[in-house]
Each structure stands twice: as structure tokens, then as C-alpha cells.
């Protein structure tokens, strides 16, 4: 069975720092790209990070820029995204994603999903 589980969400106040994992298990994920998205009450789900593979490439959102980062290790399947000053318009449902291409992680998402973790964070 495929499975993507998030954690690491929670409350957090504007400035400070989560970092967020996303185990893999069922498939050969340590050859797939992963990545992040996320989606706020009433908009619509966008694309955060991405990392191929190999871990050599990574693609970000404006949004994340400079504060956010993408990492993985294969060896235990999963990845992170590590939110430095967080601001209250990061306030949202954060998804991980999965597909062999990074090309479709990076865009709108590939066919795995988890099942999303809350990361709330006040002013």
C-alpha cells in the first residue's frame, strides 16, 4: 500500500520556525521526486518546494524563498521542509507529494498524496 504520512505541523507565532517530514513507504519513492504544497482556507492548493531524487535540485515558490527549505534522505524515505520566520500567510493544510518526474511535482503535483498536516501560525 502507498503511503505519504506528514507531521511536524502545529502552532507557531509569526517569526518563529517548524520543520515539517514526509515518511514514504510502499514504493521505490527513494527514486522519486517529492515536494510540498499547501492550501489556505478558501484558495486553492499551490506548489511550495521540490527535490528531485537525488536531492540535487531543488525548486521553490516565490513565497518560500530564502525561508523555506527542501531536503530528503533516501535512505530513510522521507522529506523535509524546513520554515524559517514564518508569517500568518503561511497558515495552511501543507501536503506532501510524489511522482518519477520533478517536472510534475514541481508544478501541479504528481498522483501521491498524503493526508496533510495544519501548520497554523499566529502575529
Known amino acids: 500500500q502507498v503511503q505519504l504520512v506528514e507531521s511536524g505541523g502545529g502552532l507557531v507565532q509569526a517569526g518563529g520556525s517548524l520543520t515539517l517530514s514526509c515518511a514514504a513507504s510502499?514504493?521505490?519513492?527513494?527514486?522519486?521526486?517529492m515536494g510540498w504544497f499547501r492550501q489556505a482556507p478558501g484558495k486553492e492548493r499551490e506548489f511550495v518546494a521540490a527535490?528531485?531524487?537525488?536531492?540535487?535540485?531543488?525548486y521553490y515558490a516565490d513565497a518560500g524563498k530564502g525561508r523555506f527549505t527542501i531536503s530528503r534522505n533516501n535512505a530513510k524515505i522521507t522529506v523535509y521542509l524546513q520554515m524559517n520566520s514564518l508569517k500568518p500567510e503561511d497558515t495552511a493544510v501543507y501536503y506532501c507529494?510524489?511522482?518519477?518526474?520533478?517536472?510534475?511535482?514541481?508544478?501541479?503535483?504528481?498522483?501521491?498524496w498524503g493526508q496533510g498536516t495544519q501548520v497554523t501560525v499566529s502575529s
Open positions: 507529494n510524489a511522482d518519477p518526474l520533478e517536472t510534475v511535482v514541481a508544478n501541479t503535483g504528481g498522483d501521491y
Open positions: 527535490i528531485s531524487w537525488t536531492g540535487g535540485r531543488r
Open positions: 510502499g514504493r521505490t519513492f527513494s527514486s522519486y521526486a
